[in-house]
């Protein structure tokens, strides 16, 4: 599945009327190509400006979901329901409705301003009742580095709203192009995109792109464990009784799965029967250890 980099400067276009999302956007947008400034900017001028109905010499956006900066950048755009944070895209809330509503979509990009370190941004991802945020990652710029068990000096980490830092899945890196690109998953209501640099740095930076998806998307790349329920009030535990899993097998995975996993989790699976008789069976289809 192909995504769309600012510094591309292609575009692929939007083919219809309706809401699309971040897991299926290759497959509902058109085969051809636009060659432009960036992912929401045709042109850097001669379109009239919003902000300014006298001039035309403002950028020009793409005709679905793009909306100009304004005053402050006149010669770009952004995703409609966006656009008020051209020139600063950190410390903000990115609601789901909201983003629908101006745009017709429920995914977007999140680039980060060039920060110099120690600084930090936080992204608020609101998805609304029944959905979940999914995170892919594609650059990484002077943001800590691996000591070989943990991020040490900055870091980039996704928690929901039932976690605290430290918790949720989290990368680190000097210079990284992330290629696939790392997967992170929230399922559980809002969830918040931590980027922290704890140390100097002169440009630290990242992009990522975002959906809010349906909690009941056949087609979105988060597993979706079968049979078993979630033990309220803790992290990642998870109850699987026998009645549960007659018809078919009860499917479970780690949390975020085939995201990366968080960090310092200890996650339960209880697996339960109600027969002294009844046996249980467990196959694994895919198991990734870290090497120590």
């Not at 042109?43 to 919003?50: A, K, L, T």
């Not at 100009?68 to 770009?76: D, E, F, I, K």
Request: charged share 20%.
């Amino acid at each position: 599945m192909n995504w769309f980099h600012s510094e591309g400067k292609k575009w692929i276009r939007y083919v219809n009327d309706e809401p699309i999302t971040f897991n299926d956007m290759a497959a509902r947008f058109a085969s051809y190509y636009y060659y432009q400034v960036d992912l929401w900017t045709q042109e850097s001028q001669g379109c009239r400006c919003n902000h300014d109905s006298v001039r035309t010499d403002c950028a020009c956006c793409v005709p679905q979901g793009g909306c100009q900066c304004g005053a402050l950048a006149p010669n770009r755009c952004a995703q409609c329901g966006l656009e008020q944070h051209c020139t600063n895209m950190c410390n903000i809330t990115i609601k789901a409705d909201i983003l629908l509503a101006r745009s017709n979509m429920t995914f977007g990009q999140i680039k980060s301003p060039a920060l110099s370190g120690p600084n930090s941004c936080w992204y608020t991802l609101d998805p609304g009742r029944d959905k979940r945020v999914e995170l892919q990652v594609y650059r990484l710029i002077n943001a800590g580095r691996f000591n070989g068990s943990n991020c040490v000096s900055g870091y980039l980490e996704l928690i929901d709203s039932f976690g605290g830092q430290g918790i949720g899945p989290r990368i680190c890196g000097p210079d990284e192009r992330l290629t696939p690109p790392v997967v992170m998953f929230a399922d559980r209501e809002s969830a918040m995109l931590n980027f922290r640099i704890e140390e100097t740095t002169s440009r630290s930076q990242f992009l990522a792109y975002f959906s809010f998806t349906s909690l009941t998307n056949a087609h979105g790349l988060m597993f979706k464990p079968k049979g078993g329920r979630r033990i309220e009030h803790t992290a990642c535990d998870w109850l699987y009784q026998d009645f549960s899993c007659k018809k078919n097998s009860c499917t479970l995975a780690s949390p975020g799965f085939p995201g990366i996993y968080g960090t310092n989790l200890y996650c339960k699976y209880y697996i339960t029967t109600s027969s002294a008789n009844t046996k249980v069976r467990i196959q694994f289809q895919t198991l990734s250890l870290p090497l120590k």
